[in-house]
């Protein structure tokens, strides 16, 4: 085969393209990466889209996503303050928690999850 012929082209703009693409796809983020690191407790993409998720089905954020992220760091914040008090969260005491907040839509904490797992939030 000469190196100009129709072939040797295709193949040789294949390798060329290939070039491209995989490294744009080697560096796409993980959902597991961490977005921001807390006190060395990280927030990853996949907490911060669903928490943005679940903003959106409760309607309460103009902006989700930077609500989201917002809500996450203070959250990693008390449990960093927690931590360093002593405090645990028992698994009564969570389940209370969920029964209070689903309560508020007039769910049990049962049903919540499970609208919540329907719209695509996990537990």
Do not use: H, W
Request: proline fraction near 3%.
């Amino acid at each position: 085969m000469r190196n100009g012929s129709p072939r040797m082209k295709l193949i040789s703009f294949l390798c060329s393209l290939m070039l491209f693409i995989v490294p744009a796809t080697s560096f796409a983020q993980s959902p597991y990466s961490a977005a921001v690191t807390i006190n060395g407790n990280g927030i990853t993409y996949f907490e911060i889209e669903q928490r943005a998720m679940m903003l959106e089905i409760l309607g309460s954020a103009d902006d989700p996503e930077k609500q989201a992220l917002s809500d996450l760091i203070d959250d990693r914040l008390r449990l960093y303050a927690s931590r360093n008090l002593g405090l645990t969260l028992s698994d009564e005491e969570l389940q209370a928690g969920l029964t209070e907040f689903a309560a508020r839509a007039n769910l049990t904490a049962e049903q919540f999850v499970e609208e919540l797992g329907k719209a695509g939030v996990a537990k």
